[in-house]
T-cell receptor
Framework: QKEVEQDPGPLSVPEGAIVSLNCTYS??????FMWYRQYSRKGPELLMY????GNKEDGRFTAQVDKSSKYISLFIRDSQPSDSATYLC????????FGQGTTLQVKP | NAGVTQTPKFQVLKTGQSMTLQCAQD?????MYWYRQDPGMGLRLIYY???????DKGEVPNGYNVSRLNKREFSLRLESAAPSQTSVYFC????????????FGSGTRLTVV
């Protein structure tokens, strides 16, 4: 079992929809969580970063961590075609441990 | 500001050939990493260097070697390439520690035939 698990999708939504991307992790000692966005044929880029439990908001993006259930979520409001990418959750333990990534397509 | 630069961008090798993937960062980061990305597997850590002069194995180190040449440069070597090493390879760097994100290069697409 991977330490960080993510449903690979693909996920297809209409423009303007609210998108929910989710991961689970196995190690209760994990405290630092990140979301990366990766466009096709590009390297991943850091999108959001959270520490421990709670929410963090940045524009249309909200990252949420529930340590009691070992659950990580990324919400995208008013999704746009430019949000079409692969989204990778990760925990930073001194080394980044990634989930498999979820491919999102936002259709105009 | 170049960030993390990887060379080459594409490479085709024959089974048994060797090659070195180069990576350089200009952000004065302490730590550098090599990942491979395969469909359905996400990014898996091959080797990392927490600081200049140190290297450690990651999740999938077999068939690879690394060299931290100086603070800027971290190379990955395939001594005898195998078809199972066909993948996209990413180099990354960070300040180090759990509360820092990584900056990734644009990747090297390697095909071993």
């Amino acid at each position: 079992q991977k330490e960080v698990e993510q449903d690979p999708g693909p996920l297809s939504v209409p423009e303007g929809a609210i998108v929910s991307l989710n991961c689970t992790y196995s190690n209760s000692a994990f405290q630092y969580f990140m979301w990366y966005r990766q466009y096709s044929r590009k390297g991943p880029e850091l999108l959001m970063y959270t520490y421990s439990s709670g929410n963090k908001e940045d524009g249309r993006f909200t990252a949420q961590v529930d340590k009691s259930s070992k659950y990580i979520s990324l919400f995208i409001r008013d999704s746009q075609p430019s949000d079409s990418a692969t989204y990778l959750c990760a925990s930073n333990t001194g080394k980044l441990i990634f989930g498999q990534g979820t491919t999102l397509q936002v259709k105009p | 500001n170049a960030g993390v630069t990887q060379t080459p961008k594409f490479q085709v090798l024959k089974t048994g050939q060797s090659m070195t993937l180069q990576c350089a960062q200009d952000m004065n980061h302490n730590s550098m990493y090599w990942y491979r990305q395969d469909p359905g597997m996400g990014l898996r850590l091959i080797y990392y260097s927490a600081s200049e002069g140190t290297t450690d194995k990651g999740e999938v180190p077999n068939g690879y070697n690394v060299s931290r040449l100086n603070k800027r440069e971290f190379s990955l070597r395939l001594e005898s390439a195998a078809p199972s090493q066909t993948s996209v390879y990413f180099c990354a760097s960070s300040e180090g520690g759990s509360n820092y994100g990584y900056t990734f290069g644009s990747g090297t697409r390697l095909t071993v035939v």
